[in-house]
T-cell receptor, first 112, second 114 residues
Framework: DTEVTQTPKHLVMGMTNKKSLKCEQH?????MYWYKQKAKKPPELMFV???????INESVPSRFSPECPNSSLLNLHLHALQPEDSALYLC???????????FGPGTRLTVL | DAKTTQPTSMDCAEGRAANLPCNHS???????VYWYRQIHSQGPQYIIH???NNETNEMASLIITEDRKSSTLILPHATLRDTAVYYC???????????????FGQGTTLQVKP
């Protein structure tokens, strides 16, 4: 089983809203990732967690706040986003950092 | 991680083999070649990876040249559902400072036609 789930599938929010994206895996993976994908562009890494600790932040603006409350769950808290933040947000997980990453279906975010 | 070069787009007839090339001339000895694909608006799907030897699984075959500077992903009998963007990615092996980064290039858009 290589399933990574993400909720919600779609999210529309205003620039003053606070919302969260959720990612879950039950494969016992200890590394989890957030990627952002703009339309017609490849995915770009945002954050990497290893053993529930943040190991990489790719200079992401502070209006994106990741959280890894346990080994199965990864959240992305959103606050004061801009319309240009509209994108597909992808979560992935891997057994360890050097192992194959498996992606979830993504959350399509629209910021109005 | 080494950079990869792929053709922007390719067509393939349904039922025929699709051969997707990838150049990675600066690959290091401890770097793997990974292939993912992304069907429209879905998450990337892992296909296969290899280090030196050719690899085959239920989805595809990966042929890596002896000098490791290029590789080819082969879908043996392409179907309409194989229409997707295919990404070739080079990344470090474990114990080599692998940070977990996957750096996606622009990929190859494969169109399978009836």
């Amino acid at each position: 089983d290589t399933e990574v789930t993400q909720t919600p599938k779609h999210l529309v929010m205003g620039m003053t809203n606070k919302k969260s994206l959720k990612c879950e895996q039950h494969m016992g993976h200890r590394a989890m990732y957030w990627y952002k994908q703009k339309a017609k562009k490849p995915p770009e890494l945002m954050f990497v967690y290893s053993y529930e600790k943040l190991s990489i932040n790719e200079s992401v603006p502070s209006r994106f706040s990741p959280e890894c409350p346990n080994s199965s769950l990864l959240n992305l808290h959103l606050h004061a986003l801009q319309p240009e933040d509209s994108a597909l947000y992808l979560c992935a997980s891997s057994h360890q950092l050097e192992d194959t990453q498996y992606f979830g279906p993504g959350t399509r975010l629209t910021v109005l | 991680d080494a950079k990869t070069t792929q053709p922007t787009s390719m067509d393939c007839a349904e039922g025929r083999a699709a051969n997707l090339p990838c150049n990675h001339s600066t690959i290091s000895g401890n770097e793997y070649v990974y292939w993912y694909r992304q069907i429209h608006s879905q998450g990337p799907q892992y296909i296969i990876h290899g280090l030196k030897n050719n690899e085959t699984n239920e989805m595809a075959s990966l042929i890596i040249t002896e000098d490791r500077k290029s590789s080819t992903l082969i879908l043996p009998h392409a179907t309409l559902r194989d229409t997707a963007v295919y990404y070739c990615i080079v990344r470090a092996a474990g114990g080599s400072g692998n940070t977990g980064k996957l750096i996606f290039g622009q990929g190859t858009t494969l169109q399978v036609k009836p």
